[in-house]
């Protein structure tokens, strides 16, 4: 037999690399491997990174530091399915990283994640590939980047997934993207709907509630409450309500419910079916604080509609709200506070909280937390508005006090809706003296103070409802209050600047009040706003008038027009016309002015002040404005049977007092007095007579050295008192008003010139007579009595002075070319009618020029001729 050969293995080819099995401990070596081209390799090394990324943010940390990120980003797309679901499914947990997430939206990734929710994929890879998108969905970029390629499309077709974690994490990535319009705008565009209704069966909380909240975000679109309702998801959300066990859902389906409560339809589908009874009863019920807060944030929803109210209002909705007031739970009362808010609106339930519900709310004013105070101020706010029964019930459960502290708080809405409150309570003037007791006014300082225009607004209003009375007024000025006040006009907020005008017209009614928001600069600022078409506003305008009410010579220089009611006293003067923004200076300053060829400044003043006697030195000093004169004794005898007259310290006078002459009349007269004698005369006078004259004259030059440390009066103006007195004396008894306008007209005309044709008027020389008066008192400011020749203006000024001191109505009316004039009213009982009713009175100017006396109906040819020609 032969020897058997042993067969000889053929070695391996040469070009064959021999199996190599390695065992890593190195994270970093294992992301080395992620580069290989070996399947098995790389389905090994992701199924380890994944293990490791797993325990903890750590290691996703290191993972993102050893630049795993990138490769792992490529192996999505891999063509064996094992390494492209192991990659998913490390993007899965890695994606909750922040900074991995930022380096997925750089590296543009989202196209290769959404692709993997395809059907045909593995229930692994939809799992973790959804769980990416849901990590990459809370930040807004994410959202956009998901969107806009298409992820909601198969995100809502994976809610019909068998897996639970699909849908867990489909659903709630679906929850974060429709908090973007767009998505949820979208989201009705693939109907939605009907798969998240179905997840509300789900048996895993998590699922249902994030069906809820998803719910709850989409249904605030009216389409989508449509579409809810027609899926029957009214029925599944009261289900929940009524199954105790699903507790813990109740909250977001009470969101859900208030939400589809905001549209008719539902709302009487709801009480139709009795829904909404079961939600009332489920929320009064309840003692879960925070389901009753949603039932009544879900009342308050649906209450801004008004059929919505009356629905609540059968279904005896504020029974419920007068429960939850009594919640120990914060929130729910601040709910149910907001709810009457709402429900406030409707007259029956404003009606209802009148005796219960208000007590209740006043109780809450005293909270010690601030959000409850405010809620509980708007709820009576609300309720107060238009209502003077509840504003009442309000005062009788004592909110006064409560309310005025509440201005003290840091809330600016607590602070705007208790002013509200007050505002409204203020309008009853029992109620007003009340809130006036508590130093409201001190109160507002704050509120006013305020950088918020809502609270701005509302505490001016306050003012203007609370300063109805003088001593109010006193205390807003005493306080400091007007100075916050008159800032508040200059506000770019339209309301704000309107109550504040509101606020300093009902101010101006008290002078001392107004004179002072004159000196704040309440005039000029209101003054700037008219003159803006677009700034000012039919306060600013009533608030401007009102304070030139109370300043009569501004008025008239700036509109030419004093009514029948705006009365001239002393210290008045016409400065003549000024543009709308010209300063009008003070008349001390006009009275200290050098003399110069501006027109005349015509004063009127009956008071005089007495001062010390002067000394020698002021004997011998030139007396000007600002200093004392002694009273004519004739004054003082005329005195006696009227008034007593003193003559204020303005005009230098004799210190000897001068006989009084047998017509009764005062000698110490100006030099107009005596050159209109003089002027019957003719021109040609006597030296001795010149000198008598300018014994008669007042010298009046300028103020001397010194003089400023002494008390200020206005230049005295006997002649006036004199006027006044026998106007008062003889005029003043006639009892027909007509016959005084007429005497009166005489009168006026008598001590201006007398009567002047119309053909001679060119030839009255009364400038060269106002001139010397100037000249003669050293001054610009001219006393009216001391005026002999008068032109229209003159005449027109002194008839409403002595007019007004005699009660005899008429206005002032400036016209071109030194043309004033006087219009009064008078009944026509010619015209009487046959059931005794009279006509309205018909209009005259008073000729005081041309037929001393004549009055001249309003829009007839005479009158224009007087007035224009």
């Known amino acids: 037999m032969g020897k058997k050969i042993k067969k000889e293995v053929e070695p391996p080819p040469k070009d064959v690399f021999d199996p190599l099995t390695i065992e890593s401990k190195k994270a970093a070596t294992v992301v080395l491997m992620l580069n290989s081209p070996e ?16 325990k903890g943010e750590e290691n996703k940390a290191t993972l993102l530091e050893l630049g795993a990120v990138e490769p792992l980003t490529k192996l ?100 974060n993207l429709v908090q973007d319009f767009q998505c949820r705008t979208t989201l009705q565009e693939l109907n939605a709907i009907p798969p998240i209704l179905e997840l509300l069966k789900s048996e895993y909380p998590i699922i249902q509630l994030l069906a809820l909240k998803t719910l709850g975000v989409i249904t605030c679109d009216k389409e989508s ?31 859900v419910i208030a939400n589809c409560l905001e549209d008719m339809d539902t709302m009487v589908l709801m009480q139709q079916t009795g829904g909404l009874k079961k939600l009332l009863s489920f929320a009064e019920n309840s ?102 029964a509840n504003a009442n019930a309000a005062a009788e459960a004592d909110a006064i006090d409560p309310l005025i502290n509440i201005l003290s708080s840091k809330r600016d809405g607590a602070i705007a809706n208790a002013a509200t409150v007050l505002t409204n309570m203020a309008i009853q003037e029992p109620l007003r ?57 200059h506000s770019k907020n339209d309301e704000v600047r309107r109550h504040a005008s509101w606020a300093v017209m009902v101010c101006a009614s008290d002078e001392l009040t107004a004179v002072e928001l004159c000196r704040l600069g309440a005039l000029d600022i209101l003054e700037e706003i008219n003159l803006s078409v677009s700034r000012k506003n039919k306060f600013s305008e009533a608030a401007y008038n009102k304070l030139l009410n109370n300043n009569l010579s501004l008025k008239y220089s700036q509109t030419g027009y004093l009514s029948s009611s705006n009365i001239i006293t002393d210290g008045f003067y016409d400065f003549g016309r000024i543009n709308p923004g010209t300063k009008l200076l ?34 011998l000093s030139d007396v000007g404005y600002g200093r004392s004169i002694s009273s004519s004794s004739s004054l003082r005898r005329a005195s006696k049977e009227k008034s007593t007259f003193h003559f204020s310290a303005g005009f230098g006078s004799p210190t000897e007092e001068k006989s009084e002459p047998t017509s009764g009349r005062n000698t110490v007269l100006s030099r107009g007095a005596t050159k209109e004698k003089g002027s019957r005369k003719g021109r040609g006078k006597k030296e001795e007579e010149k000198v008598k004259e300018e014994e ?150 008073v000729d005081l020029m041309f037929h001393p006396g004549a009055l001249l109906k309003l829009r007839s040819k005479e009158a224009d001729l007087y007035r224009f020609l």
């Open 586 to 619: 003070p008349l001390k300053e006009l009275c200290l002015q050098e003399l110069n060829d501006h027109r005349a400044i015509l004063l009127v003043n009956s008071k005089s002040e007495t001062s010390p006697p002067p000394s020698m030195e002021d004997k």
């Open 433 to 489: 003296s009340v809130i006036q007791s508590h130093e409201v006014m001190h109160a507002l300082l704050g509120p006013l103070h305020s950088t918020n225009t809502v609270v701005q607004s509302t505490a001016a209003l306050t003012v203007a409802a609370t300063a109805c009375d003088v001593e109010a007024r006193n205390e807003l000025r005493n306080c400091g209050g007007l100075e916050p006040l008159t800032e508040l006009l």
């Open 39 to 54: 399947e098995e390799i790389l389905a090994k090394a992701c199924e380890a990174i994944y293990k490791f990324a797993l």
């Open 76 to 175: 999505l797309t891999h063509e064996d399915k094992v390494v492209r679901r192991n990659a998913t499914m490390i993007f899965g947990i890695l994606a909750s990283n922040s900074d991995v997430k930022k380096l997925l939206r750089e590296l543009e990734v989202m196209n290769s994640v959404i692709a993997q929710l395809a059907p045909e994929e593995e229930v692994v890879i939809h799992e973790f590939a959804s769980l990416c998108l849901a990590n990459m969905s809370v930040e807004y970029t994410g959202k956009v980047q998901i969107f806009e390629h298409g992820g909601l499309e198969p995100l809502i077709r994976l809610l019909s997934s068998p897996d639970p974690d699909v849908k867990k994490n489909s659903i709630e990535c679906i929850y």
């Open 287 to 388: 003692t879960i604080p925070d389901i009753q807060k949603n039932a009544a944030k879900a009342i308050t929803k649906a209450a801004y509609d008004p059929e919505n109210r009356k629905i609540f209002h059968e279904q005896e909705v504020e029974k419920c709200l007068v429960t939850l007031l009594g919640s120990d739970s914060e929130g729910t009362k601040i709910a149910a506070s907001q709810a009457i808010s709402a429900m406030s609106e409707n007259s029956s339930s404003k009606d209802f909280f009148n005796t219960q519900g208000i007590p209740q709310i006043v109780q809450l004013l005293r909270s010690d937390n601030e959000e409850v105070r405010e809620a509980a101020a708007l709820a009576l706010a609300n309720l107060t508005t238009s209502s003077p």
């Open 225 to 255: 409450r449509t579409m809810l309702k027609d899926n029957q998801g009214l029925d599944q959300l009261t289900k929940i309500l009524e199954a105790k066990e699903l507790n813990d859902l109740h909250v977001e389906a009470l969101s």
């Open 696 to 845: 008669e004259v007042l010298a009046v030059p300028k103020l001397t050295e010194g003089s400023p440390d002494k008390e200020w009066y206005p230049p005295p103006d006997p002649e006036f008192c004199v006027y006044v007195y026998e106007v008062t004396k003889s005029i003043l008894p006639i009892i027909n008003i007509k016959d005084q306008i007429e005497a009166l007209a005489k009168y006026v005309a008598d001590k201006m010139g007398g009567k002047i044709s119309k053909e001679k008027l060119s030839d009255f020389s009364w400038e060269l007579h106002i001139s010397e008066l100037k000249f003669q008192l050293k001054s610009n400011v001219i006393p009216i009595g001391y005026i002999k020749k008068g032109i229209f203006y003159h005449r027109a000024l002194l008839f409403k002075a002595l007019a007004d001191k005699i009660g005899v109505g008429c206005c002032l009316v400036r016209g071109e070319y030194s043309r004033a004039w006087n219009e009064v009213k008078l009944l026509n009982e010619a015209r009487k009618g046959i059931i005794g009713r009279l006509p309205p009175p018909e209009e005259y100017i």
